[in-house]
């Protein structure tokens, strides 16, 4: 029952910049975006999350469409180690069963 | 190193066997899951704990066990598995009720049942 749509792979070159898109149409206000990735046969690893507002820290930024039903999150300069699928995750923001629902999320493949 | 560790990274074991898969926390969270993640399917929540308290059980068959004896330790109890069992299992964990913080996962175990 994951709620977001995104493409199943992408590819980007080292060094530029990787713009992965996310469609979560059906969002709610109190609805959270968050962005894990999982490189080859290693546990998911947290990116960033955003409920309105773009965010940013240390590995990427999220960007929100004003209408918060899509958004894409940003490597801004991608190297060959963030090889990984990527996922987005619509998830509420009381929930109180801590759901994290993945969906297939978009394979990046970075090339030298 | 996310401080979640898992234990073993991998385990074979035949549909017979009783195994256990382990899981440690170091991080002071309250909520801890199990997730399963077969070849090339997505990842599926198979059951959360908040205050060491099942919360959660998505349908999955009794021949897994989940135990939370405290807050930093979670552990799935297998028995007579079947080969479609055979997948990637991974744990998490997080803190509180507020949705604005990360779930921190471990390695994982590859679980091979012949």
């Known amino acids: 029952d994951a709620k977001t749509t995104q493409p199943p792979s992408m590819d980007c070159a080292e060094g530029r910049a990787a713009n992965l898109p996310c469609n979560h149409s059906t969002i709610s206000g109190n609805e959270y975006v968050y962005w894990y990735r999982q490189i080859h046969s290693q546990g998911p690893q947290y990116i960033i999350h955003g409920l309105k507002n773009n965010e940013t820290n240390e590995m990427a930024s999220l960007i929100i469409t004003e209408d918060r039903k899509s958004s894409t999150l940003i490597l801004p300069h991608a190297t060959l180690r963030d090889t990984a699928v990527y996922y987005c995750?619509?998830?509420?923001?009381?929930?109180?069963?801590?759901?994290?629902?993945f969906g297939s999320g978009t394979r990046l493949l970075v090339r030298p | 190193e996310t401080g979640v560790t898992q234990t073993p990274r991998h385990l074979v074991m035949g549909m017979t066997n009783k195994k256990s898969l382990k899981c440690e926390q170091h991080?002071?969270?309250?909520?801890m899951y199990w997730y399963k993640q077969s070849a090339k399917k997505p990842l599926e929540l198979m059951f959360v704990?908040?205050?060491?308290?099942?919360?959660e059980n998505n349908s999955v068959p009794s021949r897994f066990s989940p135990e939370c004896p405290n807050s930093s330790h979670l552990f799935l109890h297998l028995h007579t598995l079947q080969p479609e069992d055979s997948a990637l299992y991974l744990c998490?964990?997080?803190?509180?009720?507020?949705?604005?913080?990360?779930?921190?996962f471990g390695q994982g175990t590859r679980l091979t049942v012949v």
């Open positions: 998490a964990s997080s803190q509180g009720t507020a949705m604005n913080t990360e779930a921190f």
């Open positions: 991080l002071g969270h309250n909520a």
């Open positions: 995750i619509v998830r509420p923001r009381m929930d109180s069963s801590y759901k994290l629902i």
């Open positions: 704990y908040s205050l060491e308290e099942r919360v």
